[in-house]
């Protein structure tokens, strides 16, 4: 394999292959749960309320946000390889007890182990991704990870056919993923592997928790970017995890058909613009060290748009409209998603690229958490719709203004000083 200026070799876009897969279970699992929400609420009535929805949602993200950095340093600071083929046995294992829970507090317990089991992955594979894919395709090679969520989103979204069979129900489809993750635990411990060092990589490795957050933190632009993550996330966050329960509260139709309509096209698109917006992004870099950044921009142009159009769409009585605007919150979402860990890598060295992410995670999916918590608050006081999205657009638009601030640099070099 080539190093940083080279062209990657098979074994590179093979670790995505791998990757993959793991994406998809991940995000199929959560997906799940918000387009059988009408089953599992039913089946478990002690949950009550909305609000108690939001906050199962929440309880996944807070644990998932608070193991995050802890999971990005060990990722830096030993194997990645072990990180995620670890994380995704725990993940197999909660993903099977969830589907045999029968209280609201088991459901809570279920959720909140699930986010530790998930805290470990993301971070890891995507610095994984990195190591191996340098500036040429990292963007793409990111973007092609980022696809195994779609289409994981895309599959959890037609689990409400599968929770109104009478024959298999809501607890099936989590058993089945359950299953699933342990087979392919296996073969992925033994086929992925981590990226030889480059020069000098080792001795910067052996950097103390307290020396990685003094760097990262003492960094504007990572604090920046931070930020940046954290606010179109929010929005994400509500898109993937109401949408279903919106859809099919606000145009009269069916949990099944909900479910993929929440999903399905908006996921179409985010496909789209992840390839797309990785292709752009790595053409653009050749031009200007921005060019990232500025593709990222775009992508978050399109989620305020959209963001404002489907909390519009009930007005006009229309499935297909918040179906349109949700394909262009997808579009955006893919630039957005594509970029974000090429963008960490410009403002952090490799050694600090899974803990930066994690400390990313930190902060962003805390405010996920309470978004989804406080979505439902709204939604129990009956708030507009139109309101409730034009307050998470208005926090994507802000964003707009934080990444354009951000000052990439050359990382790839060996050790450097942090610019401030």
Not at 29 to 37: E, P, S, T, Y
Not at 90 to 98: G, I, L, M
Not at 317 to 343: E, K, Q, T
Request: aromatic fraction near 14%; charged fraction near 10%.
């Amino acid at each position: 394999m080539k190093r940083p200026e080279g062209t990657p070799s098979a074994t590179a876009w093979f670790v995505v292959a791998l990757l993959v897969p793991v994406a998809l279970l991940n995000y199929m699992d959560r997906q799940m749960l918000a387009a059988m929400k009408s089953s599992v609420m039913t089946d478990i009535p002690d949950i009550g309320s909305e609000a108690n929805w939001g906050k199962i949602l929440a309880f996944f993200k807070w644990t998932y946000a608070l193991l995050s950095p802890i999971g990005g340093y060990l990722a830096d600071r030993f194997s990645r390889r072990h990180v995620i083929a670890g994380s995704l046995v725990a993940w197999s294992a909660v993903t099977w007890a969830t589907g045999h829970v029968t209280t609201f507090e088991q459901l809570l317990v279920t959720r909140a182990v699930m986010g530790i089991s998930e805290a470990f992955y993301i971070p890891a594979a995507l610095a994984l991704i990195s190591d191996f894919h340098a500036g040429p395709t990292r963007s793409r090679a990111v973007g092609m990870h980022q696809m195994g969520i779609y289409a994981g989103v895309i599959l959890g979204g037609f689990s409400g056919y599968a929770a109104d069979h009478p024959s298999l129900g809501w607890r099936w489809m989590f058993d089945v993923c359950g299953v699933l993750g342990v087979i392919y635990a296996f073969p992925l411990f033994f086929l992925l592997r981590n990226a030889p060092p480059r020069p000098g990589q080792a001795a910067e490795g052996a950097v103390s928790p307290v020396g990685a957050l003094r760097e990262l933190l003492g960094n504007p632009s990572f604090i920046l970017l931070v930020l940046y993550f954290t606010l179109p996330a929010m929005a994400g966050w509500i898109v993937r995890d109401w949408m279903p329960a919106i859809l099919k509260a606000e145009f009269g139709i069916g949990q099944g058909k909900a479910g993929v309509s929440a999903t399905l096209y908006w996921m179409l698109a985010c496909i789209f613009g992840a390839v797309l917006g990785g292709w752009l992004a790595d053409r653009w870099a050749r031009r200007t060290i921005r060019g990232r950044i500025y593709t990222s921009a775009i992508g978050n142009v399109l989620i305020v748009i959209a963001m404002f159009g489907v909390g519009y769409s009930p007005q006009w009585g229309l499935l297909w409209v918040a179906i349109v605007f949700l394909m262009v919150f997808g579009l955006g979402w893919g630039f957005f998603d594509a970029n974000n860990m090429p963008i960490l890598c410009q403002i952090a060295r490799p050694h600090l690229r899974a803990t930066g992410y994690g400390l990313m995670n930190l902060v962003s999916i805390s405010c996920g958490g309470f978004a989804d918590w406080w979505f439902g608050i709204l939604r129990d006081w009956k708030v507009p719709l139109m309101a409730i999205f034009g307050i998470f657009a208005s926090l994507a638009l802000i964003s707009i203004v934080l990444i354009l601030l951000v000052r990439p640099r050359d990382t790839e070099s060996g050790p450097a000083p942090v610019s401030h």
